[in-house]
């Protein structure tokens, strides 16, 4: 007797075989072994199997997008939905907008609607980062395509049916570490960051990217996001602990004596062990923790508070990309480092002069910021070019008609756009991120 091998299939893959057959008892029993799974992953996954089965029948050229619908998000919404409007311009797509109220257990349901109600062939966000981990992992066990609007998003390699949309937190830090550490040969750094779920990711990357690169971070201090006086966060920062520096103290006074200055009027300064100065916040908040760390005479910029002291660049994201930088930052922003993928033409650039020009885009991004305000009547932010963009790998993707999510999933790994503003005309197969051209 000859013995043959039969082929071994995992419980996946025989899951997914009893839903395209329509084999409910099947479906039954394979969702009750893996949802007794302790990888809660697989139990996840075999938890929304019978639901898939009961699912509404999947409609192609339905797209649906998840945003928070409350008041304070207007101004963001409306911008997606104009650069989504956009990037999909000429392309024949079922847009559904489901609203995920800005919480994570609204955006769960609002991604269970989308593709077990409203048939969805795929999804776009959700936003904000509280929502992020649990629409994405709800998103791999249900097998849907999920391009992710969250610059929280950072998992993209484990999760191999979600896909990121947006340049997250962990890029940007990756680029900018490489300018500074390899190009500019900074090693040590300093931290002073928002005590926001951004700002502690950004400096968690920071910290180990800087590791990683063998550098140090000497000093890391966090202060009040919502705060309109970061002066006692400063201090900290400068580790100004008279009691322990009381030597430095004393001959600082004595010296200042000598001079014949008040001693009464020393303080001492801050502690400078490092090459440059983190910040991860945006522009609106950015001047309030300036003019703090100036009080507190950490040199910034052309802000210095001695003719021999170190000046120490700031370093930033995407946040600091605004033409109201060069005004609000005042001396102690200039010569400032900050990570994005798109430069508009409102930015202004100072030399080491002194002199103020107006920066030229290339020709590609002259054309496609007259093309957006000749369609929406301004002109795009940062992140609504990388929602054009985006948009259009996705609808390549749809012009392609697939008519299930793996097809639809396989189409937009193989999509090549001819050129892209951004630089991303195609996702990276391996961990699905886009490949941006970072500035």
Known sequence: DRIVDTPRFSPEERAEQALADGDAEAVAAIAAELSASDDPRVALYGSYLPKRLEAAPLLPNRLAVLLPGTDKYTAVRRQIQEALRHGFDGVSADIIYIDTQADAESALAALETAVLEKGAIAVMGPLLAPETEVVTEA??????????????????????????????????????LDHVMTTRGMRNFAIFAPDSLYGTRAAEAFVQGVERRGGAVTVQGTYDATATDMIPFAKELGRK?????????????????????????VVLPPVIDFDALFIPDNANRLPLALAALAYEEFPMGDFQTSKDGPVIPLLGLSGWNSAAMSSRGGPYARSSIFTDIYLGPNLIERDDDDEVTQYEPPADVIAFVESYREAMGRSPTSLEVVVVNTAQLVAAALRERPTTRSGFRTSLIGVELPSAVTGATRFEENNRLPSWDMI
């Open 139 to 176: 998103a791999q066990a249900l097998r849907v395509p999920l391009i992710s609007l969250s610059q929280a998003f950072d998992e993209a390699e484990e999760l191999d049916w979600v896909f990121q949309g947006v340049v997250n937190v962990q890029a940007q830090v990756e680029a900018l």
């Open 241 to 265: 602990d008279y009691e322990a520096r009381r030597t430095e103290f004393r001959e600082l006074r004595e010296a200042a004596e000598k001079a014949g200055r008040d001693p009464r009027k």
